[in-house]
């Protein structure tokens, strides 16, 4: 089991940078593929990033802007996001994989509480 808490959000104008955090709770960080997801209002949770060892994956619309990292020495998790859009605002959630592919939400069993990000025109 792990316990997961997110960090870092925060509101930005368009073009600027922040950079999110998931502290991990628990001895197995390390063998868990984690994930950030992100929700808008009136829309349904999406993936934006999967780390597995290491290999990445990104949704295609943030390809070249989002940075995906961990630090399994301090069970931590990042997303370094830059150029940031408008359409980026959403709370961002990390989560730890169980079982299932890694874009889908209902892989996941473990989800941290969320942290807005809110980018301004």
């Known amino acids: 089991q792990v316990q997961l808490v997110e960090s870092g959000g925060g509101l930005v104008q368009a073009g600027g940078s922040l950079r999110l955090y998931c502290a991990a709770s628990?001895?197995?960080?390390?063998?868990?593929?984690m994930a950030w997801f992100r929700q808008a209002p009136g829309k349904e949770r999406e993936f934006v990033a999967h780390?597995?060892?290491?290999?990445?994956r990104y949704i295609d619309s943030v390809t070249g802007r989002f940075t995906i990292s961990r630090d399994n020495a301090k069970n931590t998790l990042s997303l370094q996001m830059n150029s940031l859009k408008p359409e980026d605002t959403a709370v961002y959630y990390c989560?730890?994989?169980?079982?299932?592919?890694?874009?889908?939400?209902?892989?996941?069993?473990?989800w941290g509480q969320g942290t807005q990000v809110t980018v301004s025109s």
């Open positions: 780390i597995s060892g290491g290999l990445t």
């Open positions: 628990g001895r197995t960080f390390s063998t868990y593929t």
């Open positions: 989560a730890a994989l169980t079982t299932g592919p890694p874009i889908k939400p209902e892989s996941y069993r473990y």
